[in-house]
């Protein structure tokens, strides 16, 4: 009787287990899923976030660049017809040739149009994550990787108008050194401007 009982309490032992061990397993499965489920609803939010900031960045610049595009059109035309009339002096005229110019250079500077792209581009890439994670059932662990590759890249690209400085300040940098180095290089003992033709001595016949 008592290894009768001992059998029954250690089956009955063994069947508790399991059964608790199967409640722990249908309580992880759906812990599991709500964790995935609030990462990818996380994740959807920053991209909204990011969207609603890109969008707003790219209607900015689409603005000024349309301001100083029309502003620049309109200062022109106001000065020729002013000139051509003999409306107003000639300091005004000056005046309204200055503005024409500072509109252009500030567009120019600030780089309008390309910051408008460079915006639009990068939404767009963002749009395209976030219809793959709804449509496409690309996983957060993919997304993520794709969505730092492309702040990434693009920050590399981000128009900042300072290339346009160098650029214009470069060849004429290359030029003086070169001047330079140049003069040096006459100077120099033994160079190719100071030195002095050799005599080539008759062959024998």
Not at 99 to 116: E, N
């Amino acid at each position: 009787m008592d290894a009768h009982k001992c059998r029954s309490s250690r089956f009955f032992i063994r069947r508790k287990v399991m059964q608790l061990s199967g409640d722990l397993a249908s309580i992880r499965l759906p812990m599991c899923n709500l964790d995935e489920k609030q990462s990818k609803e996380e994740f959807l939010n920053v991209l909204s976030g990011q969207l609603v900031k890109e969008h707003q960045w790219e209607s900015n610049n689409f603005f000024c660049y349309h301001i100083a595009m029309w502003l620049s059109i309109v200062i022109s035309f106001c000065s020729t017809i002013l000139a051509a009339f003999n409306l107003v002096s000639s300091a005004a005229l000056s005046i309204l040739s200055a503005a024409t110019a500072v509109v252009l250079l500030l567009d120019k500077k600030f780089m309008f149009p390309q910051r408008w792209r460079w915006h639009n581009e990068r939404r767009i890439h963002l749009e395209k994550i976030r219809n793959q994670i709804n449509f496409e059932g690309l996983s957060i662990k993919e997304a993520s990787a794709s969505f730092n590759d492309l702040i990434i890249s693009m920050e590399r690209n981000y128009p900042t108008g300072i290339d346009i400085i160098i650029h214009a300040v470069a060849p004429k940098k290359d030029a003086d050194d070169g001047s330079a180095a140049d003069a040096v290089k006459e100077h120099q003992p033994g160079s190719v401007g100071t030195q002095k033709p050799t005599k080539r001595k008759p062959k024998p016949p």
